[in-house]
């Protein structure tokens, strides 16, 4: 290696070096000192169990019904917008979602559960590739294929091993990275600030996910936490298709 290259690779890292432990780094980590985690069972056990109209779980299932409108809404601002491929697989994540999820909540069990978590993890690959494109660099836009496929692959590995740690990291740490990419790399668009309110509503849904029997309980067994993470993630995507749709590109300095 010459020294101009070594020296390319030193610019590289000093830039970016936060990003590689926040991202492989991390991984590496959580494989080595994290033993493997298991799905528990009672996962399953859902606090709002009703049944109307005949269908079992029936708020669970039907809060499903915002992922399919607001995920046809961001692939129409995508295409319209010319957002680019991974923007648009995040809203053909969401749309997949209300299927997935609805079929899940249907029946909850671990083979169902699979196909809510794989168009998760495809939309969150998606984001993930667009936010890297956007504030690192512009050639990682290629990075969607090999995200996407690392994304599912975590599905199979928790289906095959009931192993969580993978799909752990694929859900996670794109959260952990976005303060990161926001401190240390300019923004190329507007509006900002509904990508601050789409991670907060994110955030919510998975605070409300934990509670889910005590928020049922304290809305008098009228909305659980669970339907309530739902509506809360349809809200977060939202703001996501609105950032796209209302954005326009910052001028260089």
């Known amino acids: ?53 005949g269908i079992p ?3 669970d299932v039907l809060s499903n019904l915002p992922f399919l409108v607001v995920g046809l809404y961001g692939v129409g601002i995508a295409i ?3 957002a680019g491929a991974a923007w648009l697989t995040l809203f053909v994540g969401v749309t997949a979602v209300s299927a997935g999820s609805a079929w899940y909540h249907v029946a909850p069990d671990s083979g169902t559960l699979v196909w809510d978590r794989l168009p998760m993890t495809v939309g969150f690959m998606g984001l993930f590739t ?3 494109a956007e504030y690192v660099h512009p050639t990682l836009r290629h990075a969607l294929i090999p995200m996407v496929l690392l994304g599912a692959g975590s599905v199979f590995w928790w289906a095959a091993t009931d192993d969580l740690r993978l799909y ?15 401190w ?12 601050f309110a789409g991670l907060g509503a994110y955030v919510a849904a998975k605070v409300t996910e934990h509670f889910d029997a005590l928020i049922f309980a304290t809305f ?19 703001l996501l298709a609105e950032m796209i749709r209302r954005r326009v590109a910052l001028s260089d300095p």
């Open 184 to 195: 240390k790399y300019r923004p190329k668009y507007t509006h900002r600030q509904l990508l």
């Open 1 to 53: 290696m010459g020294n101009a290259e070594s020296t390319q690779y030193a610019h590289v890292w000093r830039q970016h070096w936060l990003l590689v432990l926040l991202g492989p780094g991390s991984l590496a980590l959580l494989f080595a000192l994290v033993p493997p985690l298991p799905q528990d069972p009672a996962y399953h056990a859902f606090a709002d169990a009703r049944t109307l109209f």
């Open 57 to 59: 779980n029936a708020l």
């Open 220 to 238: 008098a067994d009228l909305l659980s936490g669970h339907t309530l993470k739902h509506l809360l993630a349809a809200a977060a995507c939202l």
């Open 130 to 132: 667009a936010l890297l």
């Open 80 to 82: 319209r917008r010319r």
């Open 168 to 182: 752990g990291w694929v859900q996670f740490m794109p959260l952990a990275v976005l303060p990161v990419l926001v």
